[in-house]
């Protein structure tokens, strides 16, 4: 998952303070770096991560539309999968 500033986001979510952690994003490429970021995600964790990361990589609604250009390019589509072909799921919509 791209983030809309191509940082990462290694924190809480503010809804869910005490239950919904996020680590994602970058650029795109950060399966390449998960050997390296898992300590910082455990650190996080733990309330140990060092306080200029989590400035760095706290969750930030606050930049979102201030990189258009790099939020267009991170866009992506949105399928609903019924209308997808091959699936076959026959539940009702909620």
Same mark, same amino acid.
């Given at each position: *998952?791209?983030?809309?500033?191509?940082?990462?986001?290694?924190?809480?979510?503010?809804?869910?303070?005490?239950?919904?952690?996020?680590?994602?994003? @970058?650029? @795109?490429?950060?399966?390449?770096?998960?050997?390296?970021? @898992?300590?910082? *995600? *455990?650190?996080?964790?733990?309330?140990?991560?060092?306080?200029?990361?989590?400035?760095?990589?706290?969750?930030?609604?606050?930049? *979102? @539309?201030?990189?258009?250009?790099?939020?267009?390019?991170?866009?992506?589509?949105?399928?609903?999968?019924?209308?997808?072909?091959?699936?076959?799921?026959?539940?009702?919509?909620?």
């Amino acid at each position: *998952v791209e983030t809309h500033d191509d940082h990462w986001i290694i924190d809480y979510h503010d809804s869910a303070p005490d239950s919904l952690f996020i680590a994602t994003g @970058g650029s @795109g490429y950060s399966f390449k770096n998960l050997t390296n970021v @898992g300590k910082y *995600v *455990v650190q996080a964790l733990e309330g140990t991560l060092d306080a200029q990361w989590k400035e760095y990589w706290r969750w930030r609604p606050d930049r *979102v @539309g201030l990189f258009p250009e790099r939020e267009h390019r991170n866009a992506r589509v949105k399928y609903d999968l019924r209308d997808c072909e091959g699936w076959r799921h026959t539940a009702t919509r909620l």
